[in-house]
């Protein structure tokens, strides 16, 4: 039996595609694109950003194996959004448009992402 309890996953303040800026841990001050968000875990991974050493076991296609440098992921709370307009990071909100509908917002500059 399912519970009718679900929630909704929560709107995150980023989202694929966004540029963002790293605001803390070892990557701090790095900045990429999104290429992925993992909404139940409340991570992203950032391209070019976090790089981590994945080793690859030998089969067929490669028999030597190999040791890949791949981004890992990181919680959405070390990340914060460039403004396409001014080029800093800043906190994001959400508004109506001049159609009504929600968008997102830069808090620094007023200006819609």
């Known amino acids: 039996m399912e519970s009718k309890n679900k929630k909704a996953p929560a709107k995150l303040h980023i989202r694929k595609g966004d540029t963002v800026k790293v605001i803390s841990?070892?990557?701090?001050?790095?900045?990429?694109?999104?290429?992925?968000?993992l909404i139940d875990k409340?991570?992203?991974?950032?391209?070019?950003?976090?790089?981590?050493?994945?080793?690859?076991?030998?089969n067929a296609q490669n028999p030597q194996g190999s040791i890949e440098k791949?981004?890992?992921?990181?919680?959405?709370?070390?990340?914060?959004?460039?403004?396409?307009?001014?080029?800093?990071a800043t906190r994001t909100g959400r508004k109506?448009?001049?159609k009504g509908k929600l968008q997102r917002f830069a808090k620094k500059s007023g200006n819609f992402i």
């Open 25 to 37: 841990g070892n990557a701090k001050g790095e900045t990429g694109v999104i290429k992925r968000v």
């Open 42 to 58: 409340s991570r992203a991974t950032v391209e070019g950003v976090n790089m981590i050493t994945k080793h690859v076991k030998p």
């Open 70 to 88: 791949i981004e890992g992921t990181i919680h959405i709370s070390n990340l914060k959004v460039v403004d396409p307009k001014t080029g800093e």
């Open 96 to 98: 109506a448009n001049d």
